[in-house]
C-alpha cells in the first residue's frame, strides 16, 4: 500500500471506526484509480479530524480535472444563424444620459 494511504490507516484507526472509514477510502479506489486517490490523502489537512468525506471530496475535484476533453459540437446548417446578431450597447448610454448623477445620490439615499 503506498505510504500516504498507511499513513492515513495509522491515523484513522486512533478513532473509533477508523476501519470502517480506512474501508470506505480504499472503496474509492476502483471508482477514482489509486493515483488520484493518493492525491486526495497527500493533500488532507494533517489534523485529528481528517474524514472521508474530506478525501471523497477532494478525488472528486482532483478527477474533475483530469476529465477528457468533449469533442466539438457540430451544429446543424439548419440551425445556423444567417445573421450573428449585435449587443446593442447603446441603450445603456441612453439610461446613463436620462440620469444625472443628482438623481443617482438621492436614489443611493433612499435605499
Known amino acids: 500500500m503506498p505510504t500516504p494511504l498507511l499513513s ?31 492525491a486526495a490523502v497527500e493533500w488532507l489537512p494533517e489534523s485529528l479530524h481528517t474524514s472521508v468525506e474530506q478525501m471523497r471530496h477532494l478525488a472528486t475535484l482532483l478527477q474533475a480535472n483530469e476529465r477528457p476533453e ?14 450573428v446578431p449585435l ?10 444620459e436620462k440620469l444625472s448623477p443628482v438623481c443617482l445620490a438621492e436614489e443611493g439615499k433612499n435605499a
Not at 449587443?87 to 446613463?96: K, M, N, P, V
Open 8 to 38: 492515513l490507516q495509522r491515523a484513522l484507526r486512533k478513532h473509533p471506526g477508523g476501519d470502517r472509514a480506512m474501508a470506505d477510502v480504499l472503496a474509492c479506489v476502483p471508482i477514482v484509480g489509486l493515483e488520484v486517490v493518493v
Open 70 to 83: 468533449l469533442p466539438p459540437i457540430v451544429t446543424p446548417e439548419a440551425l445556423q444563424l444567417n445573421k
Open 87 to 96: 449587443a446593442g450597447t447603446g441603450r445603456y448610454d441612453q439610461l446613463g
